[in-house]
């Protein structure tokens, strides 16, 4: 039986190698550098690739590197569907022009968009459930239908930039606080890096990194993502920057507070108004807590926060491990950006037991998981930011198969 195994892997990568060695012969000229994208004011996230080139090195990473089997089962059974012909109605990708996948969060429409161009000859106005398409310019909309509103919507709200992307890199767009960033994220095997503009110096007060370090200003949008229940997003609201030190955390059996978290973090508010309404608002909604002046018992925590300045918060879950002083370790950052420190901490709780295997059970928890405790490190620069993986990881292999995990919550 491993012998016949055998064999039929060895016909399928030979299969695969010649419909590759196809694939490139039957494209004469390559994809041009130079490529148009698409680009939403609207969009929080967007990425831009060259298709053909991407294809090309996912293949060989997936069935000549890697060669994770149980995986590329998944992958098959997923580009095997016939869901996505169906809805896009036969239209064709043209390989040699830039595909983006953007998420959107606009008041008409929430969720991801797909575009792509056409292949040539096949230019024309329509719509079908989940797509728009005018000329050889194609949106598709894989989570959702889309009405005629949201359709009229995207057409009038696109905007075209042109972009030089290079084989092994990608084009990000970000909004940040109603600012777009552009930048530039390319891998080797065991490295991802993104780049972008060289941050400007903006000094301002931190906390001193371990663990894994977050310290930038609070973006937003985050708020629309958290949910109305979550009683301490009101300690968001009116938030300029926030600076955070995480060691991950664990489940407790205290039902009001069933997650301990492990962190300290330093909280700057637009004004002294706003910070003192945010701690007014927590002390209301857990009025039946007991309310020290710096202090605060929460389940099985005692959490200590201290007024650092007119409009700043510091709040950690432990007062002997995070400031014994009384007084948080600061310093001061030259760029106002800084991220550091072990990934893993993100997803690391402890006491599991058999909320353990709950967790497990939720793609994407357990997708994120795997991809953090897969890095050995991240730290930022003036100019970006660069991720390190552990020895035997491949970065593309990780990042296709967290994607293709969140692509089918």
């Not at 295997?357 to 405790?373: G, Q, T, Y």
Request: charged share 20%; aromatic share 10%.
């Amino acid at each position: 039986m491993k012998r016949i195994k055998e064999i039929v892997f060895v016909l399928a990568l030979g299969f695969l190698f010649i419909l590759t060695v196809q694939l490139t012969l039957s494209i004469s000229e390559k994809p041009s550098a130079e490529q148009r994208i698409p680009v939403f004011q609207a969009a929080r996230f967007e990425m831009s690739a060259q298709p053909l080139s991407l294809i090309k090195e996912l293949i060989a990473t997936e069935f000549f590197e890697v060669k994770n089997q149980a995986f590329l089962n998944d992958l098959h059974q997923l580009t095997s569907s016939k869901t996505t012909k169906n809805t896009l109605d036969g239209i064709e990708m043209d390989l040699q022009q830039a595909m983006s996948v953007l998420m959107i969060q606009s008041e008409l429409f929430k969720g991801p968009l797909i575009h792509f161009r056409s292949i040539p000859g096949s230019a024309q106005k329509r719509t079908g459930e989940h797509y728009v398409q005018l000329g050889e310019d194609v949106f598709y909309a894989p989570s959702t239908s889309l009405t005629s509103k949201q359709a009229s919507w995207i057409l009038r709200n696109v905007q075209w930039k042109s972009r030089h992307i290079l084989k092994g890199q990608m084009i990000v767009h970000q909004g940040l606080n109603g600012i777009q960033s552009e930048g530039t994220l390319q891998w080797t095997q065991n490295e991802l890096r993104y780049l972008t503009r060289e941050v400007k110096t903006n000094q301002t007060l931190i906390l001193s990194p371990r663990f894994f370090h977050y310290s930038n200003e609070f973006p937003m949008k985050v708020l629309s993502s958290i949910p109305p229940e979550f009683s301490l997003r009101c300690l968001l609201n009116s938030l300029d920057r926030i600076s955070l030190n995480y060691d991950g955390g664990k489940l407790t059996e205290d039902q009001q507070f069933p997650f301990a978290p492990s962190f300290e973090v330093l909280l700057e508010y637009n004004n002294p108004a706003a910070m003192e309404n945010a701690i007014q608002t927590v002390q209301n909604l857990y009025d039946t807590l007991e309310w020290k002046e710096q202090g605060v018992k929460m389940g099985s925590q005692d959490i200590f926060f201290k007024r650092t300045s007119p409009k700043t918060l510091y709040i950690c879950s432990d007062k002997a491990a995070f400031c014994p002083s009384g007084n948080p370790n600061l310093t001061r950052c030259q760029t106002g950006f800084l991220c550091k420190g072990d990934l893993g901490r993100l997803t690391s709780i402890k006491n599991t037991g058999w909320a353990g295997l709950v967790l497990d059970m939720i793609p994407a928890f357990r997708a994120s998981k795997e991809l953090f405790d897969g890095t050995k490190e991240v730290k930022s620069s003036k100019n970006g930011m660069d991720i390190t993986f552990k020895p035997g990881k491949n970065v593309l292999h990780e990042l296709l198969r967290t994607l293709v995990v969140y692509g089918q919550e």
